[in-house]
């Protein structure tokens, strides 16, 4: 088996019904003070937006459509939820070339992400329910 591993968690993807009022809440309730402005991802049918963290992020992620793929979750869960995981890679190729190898099912095709890297997604059946997402580190970091 080839040496390939996850690095660090990237971020923790919360999807929610409403983007302003989830910002609201992390500001209010939790007293966090550097949350970006939220943009449209039409190509992964998603407004999104980052709650910086010391350590890590949360990734607030609201459906722009029915034909999101996190509308079938937010009807499932109508007050949101914790969505998926993300870890660095060092190389989306390689992952998506180990992942199949190791026997998980990647869902489409390698694409752009909101921090500008190739990312994919691992299906949840294949790490205990949670959808896991690998993107590529971003150059310069770590
Ligand atoms: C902001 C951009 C980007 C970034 O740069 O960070 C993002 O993070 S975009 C995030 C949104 N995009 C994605 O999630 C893309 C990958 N996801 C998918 O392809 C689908 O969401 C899915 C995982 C295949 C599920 O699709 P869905 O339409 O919901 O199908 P089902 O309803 O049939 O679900 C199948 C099965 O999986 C369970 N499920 C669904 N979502 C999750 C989840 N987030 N976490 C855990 N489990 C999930 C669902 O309950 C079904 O289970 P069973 O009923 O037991 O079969
Ligand atoms: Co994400």
Redesign the pocket.
Known sequence: MSEFKIGPLN?V?VAVPNIEQACETYRSLYGATDITTPFD?PE???K?CFVNLPNSQI?L?EPLSEAS??A??LK?NPAGGQ??V?FEVADINEAVTEMEKRGATV??KPRI???GTM?I?V??KNSN???V?L?ETPKGHH
């Open positions: 971020h993807g991802m992964q049918g998603v999104v990734e992620i793929p996190i079938n979750f499932k969505h998926h993300c869902l489409g992400g909101a921090h990312i997604f299906h949840p329910g949670v959808l997402e993107m």
